[in-house]
């Protein structure tokens, strides 16, 4: 089922993914959306509410279905309308940005981050705010999906082999995806440290990551026998699991198997481990039809 077929059905999910949208108005996409692929929650008869995960997932959809990234296209150039750009001033386009189009989060175990500008610290339990670019010309970070991690990156057991890189938010209303684009935009490598579910594993992959922090299989079974685990959240990420269905990735499949959905708050002071991923991509993770 096509969903974006033409551009009254693009235009609001792109807008929505550039403003971080929390909350829109149902149209006829929205609805869609929502009744095929259980994206977002009714607010009254008029509005939906949408998580930052459903936001990347309609963001990947869009992309697959269309070729089209919202956070890369202008509106001039998807209305087609080269003239409009033209005349588009510098001021003008700085005025529709907020602050937040600009800074992203990083943090480190030692508190200490090598940046464009010079060596930075932070103390401990602490974060810094930087501009996007402030990351440009570094070989890799670890792009962490919640913020409460980045305020307590002491308190998990990193791999050894991942322990001093500095780590990226991935996006908030406040440190928009937007920025975070930018960011990435000029390092080299990216290593994943998502929630251990569905919607996580797709995000990895869709990112191109070289490699992913994940549980190891003693922590997973600590995690399911304590009852942290989340299978609402699992049933709720139905998208990501039909996208994830032809994944060739063994710890995937398994986690599929067994309807796994851990946050990375449920991982905090247990063992985390590494894997590497393809650098060329989700395609050499994902068979064919």
């Avoid at 869009?62 to 309308?81: K, Y």
């Avoid at 005349?87 to 090598?114: H, T, W």
């Avoid at 609402?232 to 995937?252: F, G, S």
């Amino acid at each position: 089922m096509r969903i974006f077929d033409n551009i009254r059905a693009i235009k609001p999910v792109v807008i929505a993914i550039r403003q971080d949208a929390r909350k829109v108005k149902i149209n006829a996409t929205w609805l869609s959306l929502h009744t095929t692929y259980r994206i977002g929650k009714r607010l009254g008869a008029t509005y939906l509410t949408l998580t930052d995960a459903e936001l990347h997932t309609v963001r990947m959809m869009l992309q697959r279905e269309t070729g089209i990234d919202a956070l890369l296209v202008s509106m001039e150039e998807l209305e087609g309308d080269r003239l409009a750009l033209a005349k588009k001033s510098r001021n003008e386009k700085l005025a529709r940005l907020r602050p937040g189009d600009f800074v992203v989060m990083v943090a480190s175990l030692s508190g200490e981050i090598q940046l464009a500008t010079g060596l930075y610290n932070h103390p401990a339990n602490g974060t810094l705010s930087v501009p996007a670019e402030e990351l440009h010309g570094l070989d890799t970070v670890i792009l962490v999906e919640n913020q409460a991690v980045m305020f307590a990156v002491n308190e998990y057991h990193w791999p050894s082999n991942v322990m001093h890189l500095p780590m990226l938010f991935r996006g908030s209303p406040q440190i928009t995806p937007a920025a975070v684009t930018r960011a990435l935009a000029g390092i080299k490598n990216v290593i994943c440290f998502p929630d251990f579910d569905p919607q996580g594993w797709m995000n990895t992959l869709t990112a191109g990551a070289q490699g992913i922090v994940v549980p190891s299989a003693n922590t997973i079974a600590e995690i399911v026998a304590s009852q942290w685990d989340k299978p609402q959240d699992y049933e709720n990420q139905n998208v990501a699991r039909e996208w994830l269905q032809r994944a060739t990735i063994p710890i995937v499949q398994d986690m599929l198997l067994k309807k796994l959905a851990l946050s990375q708050e449920s991982m905090a002071g247990m063992e985390l481990e590494y894997l590497s991923l393809n650098p060329t991509g989700a395609s050499d993770y994902i068979s064919g039809d």
